[in-house]
């Protein structure tokens, strides 16, 4: 059973920084997709950026293009660096694990949440003013 397990939310100000940190085990292949969403209150779910674990290949949204940076450890951790948090960016995050990345050597993030079976409980992350 594949359970991502998201962690690293939390409350910063305009400007500061937010490290999220997801642990995605028990997939059958090794070579996987990562990705992470965002939903604000009333809004759709977005994605944000995806990382196809097999090669470190990455992809983001253009929100975030160049303030968050998609990463993974040798093992089954995926990260995702946020700086230059914008009140914008407050949304519950959550990470989401599936078989291949949509958009992977384009460089811009175009999966949709249905390429993801498998999802975490999400964690917040709330960026002040």
């Known amino acids: 059973q594949v359970q991502p397990v998201e962690s690293g939310g939390g409350s910063v100000q305009a400007g500061g920084s937010l490290r999220l940190s997801c642990v995605a085990s028990?997939?059958?292949?090794?070579?996987?997709?990562v990705g992470w969403f965002r939903q604000a209150p009333g809004k759709e779910r977005e994605g944000v950026a995806d990382?196809?674990?097999?090669?470190?290949?990455t992809t983001y949204a253009d929100s975030v293009k160049g303030r968050f940076t998609i990463s993974q450890d040798n093992v089954n951790t995926v990260f995702l660096q946020m700086n230059s948090l914008k009140p914008e960016d407050t949304a519950m995050y959550y990470c989401a694990a599936g078989l291949y990345c949509s958009g992977r050597y384009s460089g811009v993030f175009r999966g949709t949440t249905a390429d993801f079976p498998y999802w975490g409980q999400g964690t917040q992350v709330t960026v002040s003013s």
């Open positions: 028990g997939y059958t292949y090794r070579s996987k997709c």
């Open positions: 990382i196809y674990t097999g090669d470190g290949t």
